[in-house]
């Protein structure tokens, strides 16, 4: 009888399956069949097969194709093991080449147009694909993400950024402008004041005379005073007082530091003015699109039919991008908010305000400012209903769709 074949739970079948899982020699490894040996041994009567030859054969009639082809896949599966578990991070290259053969079914670098994992590395620094340096340690790489939609992202983070700039330079500049304006006033009030100089004599004999014509008035009036004995004398000297007092205090609040011309705020309109510049700061946002209000399409990319046409707003979806239903024709399109545009209406027409302090309120349009391309508009609803806000941008409110109707 025939020696029996091992069983499953045999020790020689456990090795056979943990060396078939393992990971072998790269020399005895055939990119063209995809097989591995386990020995020398293996290989050449691998290579000595009828399979092989013909696989030689295929090679042989396009050897650049083949080549190029085993290049492309080592280059995508390196590139995208680097942006999936580094990300942007600088990495070892090592690091990342040893986790990517650590898949069995990879593809060889001896069968690519590299011959060193040092020459791959110089090749993506070459092609712009990777951020490549050399230290005492070996090459490094940091891999350069160029998809769509995170350069988007990218350039949404900047125009916000920018935005703040913006807010904040603003600011400075208004700081700077009270700053001079409170200096000017300052420098006019000194002008104003008296010089005093040093006491100079032109003629060393000459006497210094003092005039106490004010210390003798007073002697005088003290003198008087007992002697008024009736009371319509006394009234007289009341009302001259009051008089006196009058003038001082008048005198002392023109004297008053302060800019010319501007009425003190009082501490309720500063703590409303902080509150508001607060709730604009976190009210402020990159994206203004919402459900139910009124735009219109701005670009040509959707075709010349929908170009200057006012839609309504259907449904946001993530913060940038809506489904508009056009108010002509009742088509639906899918669109980002930078081909959209805000509707002012009529006066006296409810809007809705996007953006700002006031984002999400519901008001009516009182007045608009042309020159400042601004509106004034009246709260309609919830706590601050009847407030009047004034100086709101034409990009930070819109028409309501019910108004259209």
Not at 77 to 95: A, D, S
Not at 140 to 150: A, H, M, N, S
Not at 296 to 301: N, Q
Not at 390 to 401: A, I, N, P, R, W
Request: glycine share 6%.
């Amino acid at each position: 009888m025939g020696k029996e074949k091992a069983g499953f739970l045999t020790p020689k079948a456990i090795a056979n399956r943990i060396k078939a899982k393992g990971l072998q020699k790269l020399r005895w490894f055939c990119q063209m069949c995809q097989k591995q040996c386990r020995d020398e041994n293996g290989f050449k009567c691998h290579t000595m097969s009828e399979s092989h030859q013909r696989q030689l054969l295929l090679f042989a009639e396009n050897p650049d194709n083949y080549i190029d082809e085993f290049s492309k896949d080592f280059e995508d599966g390196y590139c995208e093991l680097l942006k999936r578990r580094f990300g942007t991070r600088r990495v070892h290259c090592n690091i990342v080449y040893q986790e990517y053969i650590a898949d069995r079914e990879h593809v060889h670098m001896n069968a690519t147009q590299w011959e060193t994992l040092t020459e791959f590395v110089k090749w993506l620094g070459r092609e712009g694909k990777c951020v490549v340096d050399e230290t005492e340690k070996g090459w490094f790489v940091q891999y350069i993400d160029r998809d769509p939609e995170t350069i988007k992202k990218m350039e949404q983070v900047k125009m916000k950024e920018k935005m703040d700039m913006d807010d904040e330079e603003k600011t400075a500049k208004f700081i700077q402008k009270q700053i001079e304006r409170a200096s000017a006033s300052q420098s006019d009030k000194s002008s104003k004041e008296p010089e005093y100089t040093e006491l100079q004599r032109d003629d060393e004999d000459s006497k210094v005379t003092l005039s106490l014509s004010g210390m003798n008035k007073k002697k005088e009036e003290s003198a008087i005073k007992p002697t008024l004995g009736n009371a319509l004398a006394k009234l007289k000297i009341e009302a001259k007082k009051e008089e006196t007092s009058a003038a001082s205090s008048s005198s002392k609040k023109e004297s008053k530091p302060g800019i010319a011309g501007q009425k003190r705020k009082s501490a309720l309109d500063e703590i409303m003015e902080f509150e508001e510049k607060k709730k604009e700061k976190v009210n402020r946002k990159d994206y203004w699109l919402h459900e139910g209000i009124v735009v219109k399409v701005i670009t040509k990319k959707l075709g010349e039919k929908y170009y200057k046409k006012k839609a309504v707003i259907k449904e946001v979806q993530d913060l940038y991008r809506a489904i508009i239903k056009m108010i002509d024709t009742g088509d639906k399109i899918r669109v980002d908010q930078n081909h959209l545009e805000t509707v002012i209406p009529a006066q006296g027409k409810l809007v809705k305000i996007v953006n700002g302090a006031y984002r999400g309120q519901v008001a009516v349009l009182d007045s608009v400012n042309e020159k400042k391309f601004s509106c004034t508009v009246i709260i309609n609803s919830g706590p601050l209903k009847g407030r009047a806000i004034d100086g709101v941008q034409y990009e930070d409110l819109s028409k309501l769709e019910q108004q259209n109707s």
